[in-house]
């Protein structure tokens, strides 16, 4: 168990739709990451926040956003989904915003029909 | 921007045999870290090793940064060993995201 807690673990919707995914990062760990696993893109960076700003952005798309809030937590927010959009989501989190080892949640695997 | 490239991309194996897996990287790192993501799709952190080298049990990992590479070791392998294993790196110049290579798939039958 690395400590980041990421919730739904499975959701499935409609093409469309907008879902929010949620994480809690370990404790003590001011930055969060997202990550989004495709079978055609492999695991690749979305966007990163540190103590409540962005830090980094990385490949999202402008129908995705992000936050985190005053507790640490982040919230992944994905809209007008497309069949593309079906992947499994993780959150990480780190001491700090570079150089330091990420730990990554169990994932949010979003299933789009 | 930097590359990750991990090799062999398949590997199958008799348990209780050794294996070792090389990720080689294209640029100057400030993170690098192994992972195994397990059938379930956990990703579960082996070894954070930007320079050096680790030992956990059964494997270690080494990582020579001036020349950009870094190998997993696993001896005995168990049928749990299964998996694909990913290397990613941090670039020292632009920080903050893990950049993955695309993995190596390991097989361990029985």
């Known amino acids: 168990d690395s400590g980041v807690t990421q919730t739904p673990k499975h959701l499935i919707t409609a093409t469309g739709q907008r879902v929010t995914l949620r994480c809690s990062p370990r404790?003590?760990?001011?930055?969060v990451y997202w990550y989004q696993q495709s079978l055609d893109q492999g695991l690749q960076f979305l966007i990163q926040?540190?103590?409540?700003?962005?830090?980094a952005k990385g490949n999202i798309l402008e129908r995705f956003s992000a936050q985190q809030f005053p507790d640490l937590h982040s919230e992944l927010n994905l809209s007008s989904l497309e069949l593309g959009d079906s992947a499994l989501y993780f959150c990480?989190?780190?001491?700090?915003?570079?150089?330091?080892?990420?730990?990554f949640g169990p994932g949010t695997r979003l299933t789009v029909t | 921007g930097i590359q990750v490239e991990q090799s062999p991309p398949d590997l199958i194996l008799q348990e209780g045999a050794n294996s070792t897996l090389r990720c080689n990287f294209s640029?100057?790192?400030?993170?690098l870290q192994w992972f195994h993501q397990n059938p379930w799709g956990q990703l579960i952190n082996l070894f954070y090793?930007?320079?050096g080298t680790k030992q956990n049990g059964r494997l270690s990992a080494t990582t020579v940064a001036t020349e950009r590479y870094s190998l997993l070791y696993i001896s005995s392998s168990q049928t749990t060993d299964s998996g694909v294993y990913f290397c990613?790196?941090?670039?020292?110049?632009?920080?903050?995201?893990?950049?993955f290579g695309k993995g190596t798939t390991l097989s361990v039958s029985s």
């Open positions: 090793i930007p320079s």
């Open positions: 990480a989190s780190s001491v700090a915003p570079t150089g330091y080892e990420q730990y």
């Open positions: 404790s003590g760990d001011l930055s």
């Open positions: 926040y540190y103590n409540g700003e962005e830090r």
């Open positions: 640029d100057s790192v400030n993170n």
């Open positions: 990613a790196v941090a670039p020292n110049q632009a920080g903050t995201a893990l950049i």
